[in-house]
């Protein structure tokens, strides 16, 4: 019923930039926060930025400076600007959002989900 779809990543050197998109879809009425998650490989998954519906944003201290999130409600799309890059940003990036209401079938429902996964590689 709901699906975010990420896009965006790839393969670039240290001090480059990215630009992380993710688009949820369905017949939505409202998201409560959305984020962006990391996980790096033999480590767990990560909080990076978050923001609320009102714009409200926090930051991973790892990432504090380099990193911008932002958000589009009436789009109910996610952004993730990235400057700045080190290879310990390297790793597989996951949209979230959190307390997704929707109607189904004439019904409301609520649910978190998650997207697939977009890869970030920084190359020193």
């Known amino acids: 019923q709901v699906q975010l779809v990420e896009s965006g990543g790839g393969l670039v050197q240290a001090g480059e930039s990215l630009r992380l998109s993710c688009a949820a879809s369905g017949s939505i009425l409202s998201i409560n926060a959305m984020a962006w998650y990391r996980q790096a490989p033999g480590k767990q998954r990560e909080l990076v930025a978050i923001?609320?519906?009102?714009?409200?944003?926090d930051y991973a201290d790892s990432v504090k400076g380099r990193f911008t999130i932002s958000r589009d409600n009436a789009r109910n799309t996610v952004v993730l600007e990235m400057n700045s890059l080190k290879p310990e940003d390297t790793a597989v990036y996951y949209c979230h959002a959190d307390r997704v209401v929707y109607s189904v079938g004439g019904y409301v429902r609520n649910g978190d989900y998650w997207g697939q996964g977009t890869q970030v590689t920084v190359s020193s």
């Open positions: 923001i609320n519906s009102r714009g409200s944003t």
